[in-house]
């Protein structure tokens, strides 16, 4: 593997507020083996080491992470549809595909949250080897869910203590990074719970938590209503995906206990991933603007509260494009957030909340060498994130799609006109 050094007018090493200006990455093998301005890492590098210049109006950053996707769903209007049409091969050539969009839109890193025969799992193996382009995957398998419960097409169907067991050993057991958990109900399963109905006791949840944890694996809750919130927080799960909320109709105003239960989820330290995407636009669209204030509102409370959010897409539902991530990004900061606060979501934070943070999320030596380079600041819009340059995966350069199709040059940067070699 070619080591080299990538330059750029802007170097955003991960966490808020750190910037290069006029920096540069030094690739050595599939790690990053120096950070900082250009004149002293090229200093520092071997003689002869290649130089890749992305030009004056290039900002570095690091590789973009969705920690909430289904490779198996297709975002079509109707996914459930099309999983049920696909067999096994089928699927798999379609969930490769989905990983490649992934990868053109600069996320290396993804969390497979629910799929079908343990097939993300073959496909992580892939990506892994070489074979397959793709972001690094981490895959929780089928979700645990009882009985005709959210997603139980996708197999992980467990009642009581002895189901529970044995669905999330059989996970583990082929391989899964994580646990999910269907703390509630969903809107995606036709005669399945409501999305504020809880799924799961307490004891239940803490059940899989243990089993899991046993195993050195983190756990991740669906939970939109409020109850199902209430027993995965209680139950000790490491993220909580949706965290919207919901009561059933002619519910009572609960905004003080909801107010509680953010505080908690702050001072625990667990993450939150709303999995704002496309679908918010496609909602706004169809019901309007006002629809849409107290979603955008609700994550505003919980950033100001000190909740720790990351970034996820929920990536293969309806009207929720794979290559569609920056798109996403945009929504929080219509919720109010910074678009520095949301880089940060997307990369250190989320790198956190998966346990990778001794391995990507930022941009130093001896972590992997996971970048995407853009044309623009993304600190002033989060929207110069929808068109990558360059993404490169642990070292290995990537063309996104639609530079290749405009016949952008190659990986060693001849795009921008200014390859060279370092004097070191």
Known sequence: MTDRIFTAALVLTGPAGEVVEDGAVLVTGDVIGDVGPRRKVVARAPAG???????????????????????????????????????????????????????????????????????????????????????????????????????WFLGGQADGPDGIRQVVRRNLEAGADLIKVMATGGSMTPDGPPAWQAQFSVAELSLVVSETKRAGRRVAAHAHGTVGIEAALAAGVHTIEHCSFSTPPGAGDERGREEQLIREIADRGIAVCPTFSATLAAAERRFGTERLRSWLELVRRQHEAGVRLIAGTDAGIADAPFGAYAEGLGWYVRAGLSPEAVLEMATTAAADALGLTERTGRLAPGLSADLVAIDGDPR?????????????????????APVRRAGGGDVSGRRSGAKGRATA
């Open 380 to 400: 002033e819009s989060v929207r110069t994130l929808a068109d990558p340059r360059l993404v490169v995966l642990e070292g290995r350069p990537h063309l996104p």
């Open 49 to 151: 080491t290649e130089l890749v210049d992305l030009g004056g109006a290039a900002t570095l950053l690091p590789g973009l992470i969705d920690a909430h996707v289904h490779l198996a769903f297709d975002a079509s209007p109707d996914p459930l549809a099309a999983l049920r049409a696909a067999d096994d091969r089928q699927l798999l050539r379609k969930m490769a595909g989905h990983a490649g969009e992934l990868l053109d839109a600069g996320v290396t890193t993804a969390r497979d949250l629910g799929d079908r025969s343990g097939l993300a799992a073959r496909l992580r193996d892939a990506i892994g080897a070489g074979t397959v382009p793709g972001p690094r995957l981490l895959t929780a398998g089928a979700p645990v869910t009882v009985t005709g419960g959210h997603c």
